[in-house]
């Protein structure tokens, strides 16, 4: 009687059934954003999604808050306390301006009476059902959250169903790190436990501060925001943007203009002088091209509108999409950027191009040690207006989102799992 040989699993190269390579169990092929509504916040999350090859295999659910009247005073509380104050509140409306009266439902705090039923909320339940009920045909899912409304949620998941999850947590949570798989966060949210911070804070109140610990192996560190920029991205923009771009005067200057923040406060000032640097620049410019964003306050716009808006070799953008802000990293020779967000600049730096800060002087705390760090690598100057942008300078881009990308596929490996091929 001859043996039966069973057949050889086929070659790698020719791509290996999950059969022989565990199972389905074993290998994560989708992901679940948890988001918070802030561009900011979600664009970290996706950034690192895509990074792992699975930008085309996501849900994104959102942590929502009440909004409007006295709700955007109330953001500092938890977010399920928010909501339930909202709900106190809108019952008490009731039975104060109507009297009993039969009325309509009001808007949901979701914008469900708004047109935007199409927002998933965040429902943990709902999240960890899913979850175990495709568990055997689709195998385990990656979560991913960013921001501090997302920090509850993300937990639970985990709490209820680690079997079923890998959980990463970007931005540091504060409190109990052993809640999540993997936190990703700014070195500079360590910036409370150096001694230069320390010294800013009275004695009694040190106790409170967070984080209270150094970082532990399950905390990876990164200089800056994730974000979804990479050299393929750029090359991409490049090409889409080049009809409008490539015939522009040399060198193109773009500047980046955020908002205030409770770490950077600034105002009018801050304005004027950027338009003054901005026209002692603009010789050694071939073009300017100026973006504001959401957060930009109505009486900056203005002035730097004002003063530099009939300039032919100025160009300002109307806020009317499409929007191109990647255009203008693929295509820019240099950038100005006010010095408020770590998104932003994170951004800019990702492209390797001279980078220069504005606006830094009126920055505290975290964000200063933020803008240290860049200074140390050379990959951000600050703006005197005495700049020749003609003059280029570079350092080695910085390219996090997929350093820690490559952590998450050590970490899942050390499970025992791995990302789709």
Known sequence: MRPIRLPEPPSPKLGTPEIFEGGVSGVVRRAVVIGNGFPGSENQSIGLVRALGLADKHVLYRVTRPKGGINE?????????????????????????????????????????????CVLEADVQEIVTMARQTYETDGPILVVACGRDTISVASSIRRLASENFFVVQILHPRLHLNRYDLVITPKHDYYPLTP???????????????????????????????????????????????????????????????????NCRYGVDLAKQLTTYLLSVLVSCGSIRICFSSRTPEKVCSVITKELGGNPKVYIWDGEEPNPHMGHLAWADAFVVTADSVSMISEVCSTGKPVYLTGSEHCKWKLCDFHKSLKERGMVRPFTGLENI????????????????????????????????
């Open 196 to 262: 230069e911070a320390q010294k800013q804070v009275p004695q009694f109140l040190r106790g409170w501060i967070t984080p209270r610990e150094p970082p532990d192996r399950h905390v990876v560190l990164t200089i800056g925001a994730l974000h979804q920029i990479d050299a393929n991205s750029l090359r991409n923009a490049a090409s889409q943007w080049r009809d409008e771009f490539a015939a522009l005067p040399k060198p193109l200057l773009v500047v980046n203009i955020g908002g205030p923040t409770s």
């Open 73 to 117: 005073w109330l953001h500092w509380l938890p977010v399920s306390v928010h909501k339930k104050l909202d709900c106190v509140m809108r019952k008490m409306f009731i039975l104060l301006i109507y009297r009993g009266k039969r009325v309509g439902s009001l808007p949901t705090e979701n914008g469900g009476g708004l047109g935007l039923k």
């Open 390 to 421: 003609s003059e280029s300078w570079s350092y080695p881009p910085l390219n996090e989102t997929a350093e820690a990308a490559n952590r998450v596929r050590e970490a899942l490996a050390e499970r025992g799992w791995r990302l789709r091929a």
